[in-house]
Nanobody, 128 residues
Framework: QVQLVESGGGQVQAGGSLRLSCAASGRTFSTDSISWFRQAPGKEREFVAVISRNYGTRYSDSVKGRFTIFRDNAKNTVNLQMNSLKPEDTAEYYC??????????????????????WGQGTQVTVSS
């Protein structure tokens, strides 16, 4: 049984920074692809970033250059450093793992339906 727990959300002013953390139990992250998604009110859950042992990192265009995803293997966590935050970054942020992609990582890493395990989310609110 895999359990994911997100933390680090909160309220921050535009231009500020937050670091989210995703902790796992029941499974080590070192060999997995782990992603962050977010969902704003009234919108669909969207891909934010992924870190993969074999393929490195990918980011959505909306966060590229501002967000960084990285592992802390000693703590078995995956973190999302978010800088230069904007009001449009306001959302519930979720981490996910158990990506099913066969040999076609590039076409599946951003699809939420291809992830088997999800955390409960952490709220990020950016005020202008």
């Amino acid at each position: 049984q895999v359990q994911l727990v997100e933390s680090g959300g909160g309220q921050v002013q535009a231009g500020g920074s937050l670091r989210l953390s995703c902790a796992a139990s029941g499974r080590t992250f070192s060999t997995d692809s782990i992603s962050w998604f977010r969902q704003a009110p009234g919108k669909e859950r969207e891909f934010v970033a992924v870190i993969s042992r074999n393929y490195g990192t990918r980011y959505s265009d909306s966060v590229k250059g501002r967000f960084t995803i990285f592992r802390d293997n000693a703590k078995n966590t995956v973190n999302l450093q978010m800088n230069s935050l904007k009001p449009e970054d306001t959302a519930e942020y979720y981490c996910a793992t158990g990506l099913r992609y066969g040999y076609n990582f590039e076409n599946f890493y951003y699809r939420r339906a291809n992830y088997d395990y999800w955390g409960q989310g952490t709220q990020v609110t950016v005020s202008s």
